[in-house]
C-alpha cells in the first residue's frame, strides 16, 4: 500500500532563518506530488505541484520554493522566512493522472 | 476568486441525525468533485467523490449529491455519529494540460453532540 510520510510535525523558526520541509511517498510509481498551505481559519491553497522529477509548478508567487530530486521525494524550501509563511504545510501525492489526492499529517510552522 | 465556497463554517448536530454540509462552485468545467474530513493537526482524508456526470453517489453513512444547475454539492451523513466530528472540505477538479486541479473549498468544522 502507498504511504506518505511529512517531517517534522512541528517546527518553530525566527523570521529570516532557512526551511526545508520534506516529504517522501512509498508504494508507487511517478506520482503527482503537491505542497499546500493552510493558514489560520483559511482553507487549502495550492501552493506547487509536480507532474516528475525536476518539474514543478508554482500556483502563487510566494517566499517559497520546491523541487522534486527523486521520484518520490518533494521538498518545500525558503531561503529567508517571512512572519505571513507560518501556517500548517501539507504534502499530498495523486496516481498520474488520477485522483483522489492522499494528503500527509502536515507541518506547523510557526514564525517568531 | 473563491470558484469553491462552503458558506457555513460550521456545524452541529445531534448524534443520530443527518448532517448536511453543502458546497457552491462557480466553474462550470469541473469535472470531478471530492469530499475531505480533517481532524485537528492531521492532513486531510478523502471521503467521497462524484463526477460531474452523475448526481448522487452513496458510500454506507456518506452521500454526496450534485445539482449542475444550481451549481451546489452536499454530503450527507446519516446517521452522524460523534467519531465524525472534523472538518469537511469540499472540492473541485478541473483537467487542463495532462495535470489534474484541484480547487479546495475553506472548510465546515462539524460537531456531532452525542
Known amino acids: 500500500s502507498q504511504t506518505i510520510h511529512q517531517w517534522p510535525a512541528t517546527l518553530v523558526q525566527p523570521v529570516g532563518s532557512p526551511l526545508s520541509l520534506e516529504c517522501t511517498v512509498e508504494?508507487?510509481?511517478?506520482?503527482?506530488l503537491y505542497w499546500y498551505r493552510q493558514a489560520a481559519g483559511r482553507g487549502l491553497q495550492l501552493l506547487f505541484y509536480?507532474?516528475?522529477?525536476?518539474?514543478i509548478s508554482s500556483e502563487v508567487p510566494q517566499n517559497l520554493s520546491a523541487s522534486r530530486p527523486q521520484d518520490r521525494q518533494f521538498i518545500l524550501s525558503s531561503k529567508k522566512l517571512l512572519l505571513s509563511d507560518s501556517g500548517f504545510y501539507l504534502c499530498a501525492w495523486s496516481p498520474p493522472g488520477g485522483q483522489p489526492q492522499h494528503f500527509g499529517d502536515g507541518t506547523r510552522l510557526s514564525i517568531l | 476568486d473563491q470558484q469553491v465556497k462552503q458558506n457555513s463554517p460550521s456545524l452541529s448536530v445531534q448524534e443520530g441525525r443527518i448532517s448536511i454540509l453543502n458546497c457552491d462552485y462557480t466553474?462550470?468545467?469541473?469535472?470531478?468533485f471530492l469530499w475531505y474530513k480533517k481532524y485537528p493537526a492531521e492532513g486531510p482524508t478523502f471521503l467521497i467523490s462524484i463526477s460531474s456526470i452523475k448526481d448522487k453517489n452513496e458510500d454506507g453513512r456518506f452521500t454526496v449529491f450534485l445539482n449542475k444547475s444550481a451549481k451546489h454539492l452536499s454530503l450527507h451523513i446519516v446517521p452522524s455519529q460523534p467519531g465524525d466530528s472534523a472538518v469537511y472540505f469540499c472540492a473541485a477538479l478541473n483537467r487542463w494540460g495532462g495535470y489534474q486541479k484541484v480547487t479546495f473549498g475553506t472548510g465546515t468544522k462539524l460537531q456531532v453532540i452525542p
Open positions: 466553474n462550470s468545467m469541473f469535472d470531478y
Open positions: 509536480s507532474v516528475g522529477i525536476g518539474q
Open positions: 508504494g508507487t510509481s511517478n506520482p503527482n
